[in-house]
């Protein structure tokens, strides 16, 4: 089916949690619009925003200045009131009072679940961006803000090693990530870490203690562990501390909680051009009656997968990227 008669005018939102690389993905969107002569719409709050009516019209003009920006210029929100019938309702009387033909929503996959059931229940065209620093979706290598959160979470670990040096200490470094441990396994590595810590593979306390005592006999002075935030060897980081402290001797343990530092800042030149190739594609497979899709990147290229495939596929973590670590951390 060819849409591309009927496409007239695209909305475009944000969604879950904020990530670098959104704006240039609006950005992308609006003059990627602008290109094909068809009128683009931005949302505020995204689904919450949908369901209010909450638009602003955007041209090529009004999104200049933002593709170095972080955070997302049309604000986010998580919506209860769009997981009801009622609320989607409410929401597709806004975009048809509006005129809106089509959307593209940029967030995860609780996004893109709301995304998918919107689209079954109204056959409305829906595309998908993949805007997360976790890397935590199916169908593509790199989510927006991956990147810039890492060189985030390294240029921190290089500082804390500065201190961690020269005082002898033991430093655990929590990394966000959800359930999953990609930013950790290489902000890990890259830091130089002596651990990595992350849910898809348990080392196990004592054996967390066994691998740090052999560190120090091997003549390390100080120690950094990065533990994913979904990590379940303790309770929590704190829970670790106070196992190592309890059984190891000589180390000045400290604990540093990277939190939500890791979702701002100016996005990377990889994640800039990363949310203009996405949004590019989002618009043009729209207008080429495509729907029902996430866009991303596999094997450096901008493909489409099912938005039902990125919801229920699981990411999988680099087991190449582990082997590396165990080697470095010798």
Do not use: W
């Not at 690389?21 to 689904?47: D, K, L, P, Q």
């Not at 200049?64 to 986010?76: D, F, V």
């Not at 200490?169 to 990595?196: K, P, Q």
């Amino acid at each position: 089916m060819d849409n591309s008669l009927k496409i007239k005018k695209i909305a475009v939102f944000t969604s879950g949690g904020d990530s670098p690389g959104m704006n240039a993905a609006i950005r992308s969107v609006v003059r990627t619009s602008a290109y094909h002569n068809i009128e683009c719409v931005g949302i505020y709050r995204g689904y919450e925003g949908l369901m209010e009516g909450d638009f602003v019209s955007l041209t090529a003009r009004n999104v200049k200045g933002i593709i170095n920006k972080g955070g997302t210029i049309l604000k986010t929100a998580r919506s209860e009131e769009f997981r009801t019938k009622e609320g989607r309702e409410k929401a597709y009387k806004n975009l048809k009072e509006a005129n809106i033909d089509a959307f593209v929503v940029i967030g995860g996959d609780g996004s893109f679940t709301g995304a998918m059931i919107f689209n079954q229940e109204f056959n409305f065209p829906v595309m998908g961006i993949p805007g997360t620093i976790d890397n935590d979706i199916f169908g593509t290598s790199h989510t927006l803000g991956f990147d810039t959160a890492l060189n985030t979470v390294v240029d921190a670990i290089d500082k804390i090693r500065d201190t961690a040096s020269s005082h002898n200490r033991l430093f655990f470094i929590e990394v966000m990530g959800r359930d999953v441990g990609h930013i950790a396994l290489n902000v890990g590595i890259a830091g130089g870490a002596e651990e990595i810590l992350i849910p898809e593979e348990d080392l196990g306390l004592d054996r967390l203690v066994e691998s740090l005592n052999k560190s120090r006999k091997s003549g390390k002075s100080s120690s950094i562990v990065v533990v994913a935030e979904g990590d379940k060897i303790g309770k929590n980081i704190f829970e670790l501390k106070d196992y190592v402290d309890e059984n190891m001797d000589g180390y000045d343990v400290r604990v540093s909680v990277l939190g939500h530092m890791q979702r701002g800042g100016a996005p990377s030149c990889f994640d800039r051009v990363l949310a203009s190739r996405m949004g590019v594609k989002a618009v043009e497979s729209l207008l080429e009656g495509q729907t029902n899709y996430m866009v991303g990147l596999l094997n450096n290229k901008i493909k489409l997968t099912p938005l039902e495939n990125a919801i229920k596929g699981k990411s999988k973590i680099n087991l190449e990227l582990l082997r590396v670590s165990d080697i470095m951390s010798t």
